[in-house]
């Protein structure tokens, strides 16, 4: 019964590839989001839907394009990566709507993609 | 937009020694979360606290939303407790949240 699940949990791939990670929630929330972990284990906000609808699209480059078919579900697709985009990427979601804490947000176990 | 100060940013204790963990931010909040990370990468939740003090088992946390700080207690502190703890926060309705840096603990037997 895992609330926010991500595919796959490693990823390896050569530089000037294009991969894919998946999120699903099973919470029945409204909201979703991807975050960035880097190196330094800084953790900063890139993408968020809610309902299917884009609401946050942080400065990100656009090699990266978030796409979220129905609202239990946003997945994140990388071009053409770059040695630079080696990081943890977290899937997350938040209920926000009532009854509080609605915006309390739950994270996914982390996909850590190493590329060479 | 908004900062996340945490402090200390390195702590290293005995088992069974109490801490306290710091996070400063520079607006008001509609949401702060502590989360811990642990060693195998995951981010658990630990409190949802914009306002108030909670408690859940050896931790608790107090949020002073006025002058804009949280305090995470770790009390009887395990092996266990080690890792990274976070604090962050949302200042509005779109629901972003901003980390600190986070404060690495780490519990020796």
């Known amino acids: 019964d895992t609330a926010v699940s991500q595919t796959p949990k490693y990823l390896v791939t050569q530089m000037g590839n294009d991969k894919s990670i998946k999120c699903e929630q099973n919470l029945g929330h409204d909201t979703m989001y991807w975050y960035k972990q880097d190196s330094k284990k800084f953790l900063k906000i890139m993408f968020s839907?809610?309902?299917?609808?884009?609401?946050i699209n942080e400065t990100v480059p656009n090699r990266f394009s978030p796409k979220s078919p129905d609202k239990a579900h946003l997945n994140l697709h990388i071009n053409s990566l770059e040695l630079g985009d080696s990081a943890v990427y977290f899937c997350?979601?938040?209920?926000?709507?009532?009854?509080?804490?609605?915006?309390?947000?739950?994270f996914g176990p982390g996909t850590r993609l190493t590329v060479l | 937009g908004i900062q996340v100060e945490q402090s200390p940013p390195d702590l290293i204790l005995q088992e069974g020694a109490n801490s306290t963990l710091r996070c400063n931010f520079s607006?008001?909040?509609?949401?702060l979360q502590w989360f811990h990370q642990n060693p195998w990468g995951q981010l658990i939740n630990l409190f949802y606290?914009?306002?108030g003090t909670k408690q859940n088992g050896r931790l608790s946390a107090t949020t002073v939303a006025t002058e804009r700080y949280s305090l995470l207690y770790i009390s009887s502190s395990q092996t266990t407790d080690s890792g990274v703890y976070f604090c962050a926060v949302d200042p509005g309705a779109n629901s972003k949240l901003t980390f600190g840096k986070g404060i690495t603990l780490s519990v020796r037997p």
């Open positions: 606290i914009p306002s």
């Open positions: 607006d008001s909040v509609n949401n």
């Open positions: 997350a979601s938040s209920q926000d709507h009532a009854p509080q804490p609605y915006n309390e947000q739950f």
């Open positions: 839907y809610n309902n299917k609808e884009l609401i």
